[in-house]
C-alpha cells in the first residue's frame, strides 16, 4: 500500500524558513516525477513545485527564487525548502507522485497524495 506522509509545516513569521519532508513507502518512486501542491482555505489546490525523476525542478512564478524543491531516491523523500516565507503562503501543503517520470503541474497526473501539513505566516 502506497503511503505517503508529509511533515515540516508549522507558524512561522514572515520572512522565516522551513523545510518540508516527504516520505514514501510501499514502493520506490526514483522513476516518477514528485510535487508539491498547497491549498490556503477558501482557495482551490495549487501547484507550488515539482522535481522530475532526474532532479529538474519547476516552480509557481509566485515562489522562484523562495523555494526549492530535492529529492533523495536512496530514502524515497521529497523535499521543500521554503526561504522568504510570506503570508500568502499559508496553506495545507501536499507532496504527490506524478505518473511519469517528467514532473507537470497537472493535479490529474499525479496518482499518489499525502495528507498533508499545515504551514502558516504570520505577519
Known amino acids: 500500500q502506497v503511503q505517503l506522509v508529509e511533515s515540516g509545516g508549522g507558524l512561522v513569521q514572515a520572512g522565516g524558513s522551513l523545510r518540508l519532508s516527504c516520505v514514501a513507502s510501499?514502493?520506490?518512486?526514483?522513476?516518477?516525477?514528485m510535487g508539491w501542491f498547497r491549498q490556503a482555505p477558501g482557495k482551490q489546490r495549487e501547484w507550488v513545485a515539482a522535481?522530475?525523476?532526474?532532479?529538474?525542478?519547476d516552480y509557481l512564478d509566485s515562489v522562484k527564487g523562495r523555494f526549492t524543491i530535492s529529492r533523495d531516491n536512496a530514502k524515497n523523500t521529497v523535499y521543500l525548502q521554503m526561504n522568504n516565507l510570506k503570508p500568502e503562503d499559508t496553506a495545507v501543503y501536499y507532496c504527490?507522485?506524478?505518473?511519469?517520470?517528467?514532473?507537470?503541474?497537472?493535479?490529474?497526473?499525479?496518482?499518489?497524495w499525502g495528507q498533508g501539513t499545515q504551514v502558516t505566516v504570520s505577519s
Open positions: 504527490a507522485v506524478h505518473r511519469y517520470a517528467l514532473s507537470s503541474s497537472r493535479e490529474s497526473n499525479y496518482d499518489y
Open positions: 510501499g514502493r520506490s518512486f526514483g522513476s516518477n516525477a
Open positions: 522535481i522530475s525523476s532526474g532532479g529538474s525542478g
